[in-house]
Nanobody, 122 residues
Framework: EVQLVESGGGLVQAGGSLRLSCAVS????????IGWFRQAPGREREGISC????????YYADSVKGRFTISRDNAKNTVYLQMNSLKPEDTAVYYC???????????????WGQGTQVTVSL
């Protein structure tokens, strides 16, 4: 059974940092593109970063570029999202997902985690 489980969310003040984890089971994370998405209330799900399967290339949305870093630990079958300089507008439920190609669009991703809440206060 394929599972992706996010953890590491929470409440943080603006300017602070959090590291999200996406633990993958049922497939090898390095064989799939893993993407991070977020969804705030009343808004569409937004792709913010992904790491490709073939060469580990990384991609970022403009809204997080320079602040967020995606990485993968193949030994732990886990993908991380280090989030620095957090802003109140980063508040959302964050999801990781597994798919076959590196894209910020959610539809090509086949497997999704349950999400973890990130709240950034002033």
């Amino acid at each position: 059974e394929v599972q992706l489980v996010e953890s590491g969310g929470g409440l943080v003040q603006a300017g602070g940092s959090l590291r999200l984890s996406c633990a993958v089971s049922g497939f090898t994370s390095e064989d799939y593109t893993i993407g991070w998405f977020r969804q705030a209330p009343g808004r569409e799900r937004e792709g913010i970063s992904c790491i490709g399967s073939s060469d580990g290339s990384t991609y970022y949305a403009d809204s997080v570029k320079g602040r967020f870093t995606i990485s993968r630990d193949n030994a732990k079958n886990t993908v991380y999202l280090q989030m620095n300089s957090l802003k109140p507008e980063d508040t959302a439920v964050y999801y990781c997902a597994g798919g076959s190609r590196a894209t910020m669009a959610p539809s090509p991703y086949n497997y999704w985690g349950q999400g973890t809440q990130v709240t950034v206060s002033l």
